[in-house]
């Protein structure tokens, strides 16, 4: 078998500055005082990164695509069945049940950052899209984004559980491959990371993200400050 190109430069960049985002909101809203303003930019660039996941997902190389590993329940129940065995099917891409979890991950994430727009510290700082919306929505907001972290810390142990079993018990490099892009295996590789259409990608995503929490959020009235 040979070492084939599976994981884009661009998907490996996404996960490895999700990782970082994720761990600079945890400790910006639980560890420290006075970091919440990090907080929010922080979030923003999480945002933007999930934004261009969305379209990497939908017009990017084959193995980032979701189309490639987001499968029907039958196929998710037939690979469940075999999932402990250590003969494991070649999979280059996500495996189906994994391919379930990372959409979940994603879904999570994104509900933390949208939800994020709409809250309060209390002192100084509003979320962007705060004021637009009546009470009992940025009570629900504040719900999601109490609530959903925890869910979605679960899912991260899971996630990370679930490498190490691959990684020990059934001996896939998976670590590795999510640094270098490249996994043993029969499956074809990609022969590119379609560099170009990223950096379009990830500008448009940019000013998509600039424009959702600066331009299109309505300016409090003056008045509401006092
Ligand atoms: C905050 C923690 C983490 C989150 C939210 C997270 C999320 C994700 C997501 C969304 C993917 C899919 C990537 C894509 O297709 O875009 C993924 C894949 C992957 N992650 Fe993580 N991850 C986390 C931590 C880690 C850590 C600590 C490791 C290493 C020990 C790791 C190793 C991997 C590997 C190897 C894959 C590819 C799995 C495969 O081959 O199917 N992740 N992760
Ligand atoms: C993926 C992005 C995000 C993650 C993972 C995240 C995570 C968290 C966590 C773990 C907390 C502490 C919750 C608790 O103590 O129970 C928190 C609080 C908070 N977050 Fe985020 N956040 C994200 C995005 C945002 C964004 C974009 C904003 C605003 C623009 C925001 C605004 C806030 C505020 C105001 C609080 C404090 C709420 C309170 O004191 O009750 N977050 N966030």
Redesign the pocket.
């Known amino acids: 078998m040979q070492s084939n190109l599976i994981w884009d430069i661009p998907t490996r960049l996404f996960h490895w500055l999700l990782v970082g985002g994720?761990l600079v909101?945890?400790i910006t809203?639980?560890w420290m005082d006075d970091a919440?303003q990090w907080?929010?930019y922080s979030?923003?660039f999480?945002?933007g990164l999930l934004i261009f996941r969305l379209w990497w997902g939908l017009i990017g190389p084959d193995y980032a695509k979701f189309s490639s590993f987001v499968t029907g329940p039958a196929r998710v129940y037939q690979y469940s069945r075999q999932v402990l065995s250590r003969h494991h099917e070649d999979h280059a891409g996500h495996n189906p049940l994994g391919g379930w979890v990372v959409l979940l991950m994603l879904f999570l994430?994104t509900c933390?950052?949208v939800s994020?727009?709409f809250?309060?510290?209390?002192v100084f700082?509003d979320?962007?899209w705060r004021n637009a919306v009546e009470e009992s929505t940025q009570d629900f907001m504040?719900f999601i984004?109490?609530r959903f972290?925890n869910l979605l810390l679960w899912l991260i142990g899971l996630h990370v559980a679930a490498i190490a079993f691959y990684s020990f018990y059934k001996g896939q490099k998976l670590v590795p491959a999510m640094f270098h892009g490249k996994k043993v295996t029969k499956a074809k590789g990609i022969t590119s990371s379609k560099l170009m259409l990223a950096i379009v990608l990830a500008l448009c995503s940019a000013a998509l993200t600039y424009y959702i929490v600066e331009l299109a959020p309505p300016k409090a009235a003056v008045e509401a400050y006092y």
């Open positions: 994720l909101q945890y809203a639980e919440m907080h929010f979030g923003y999480l945002l994430v933390q950052a994020g727009l809250l309060t510290d209390d700082l979320g962007p504040n984004h109490h972290f």
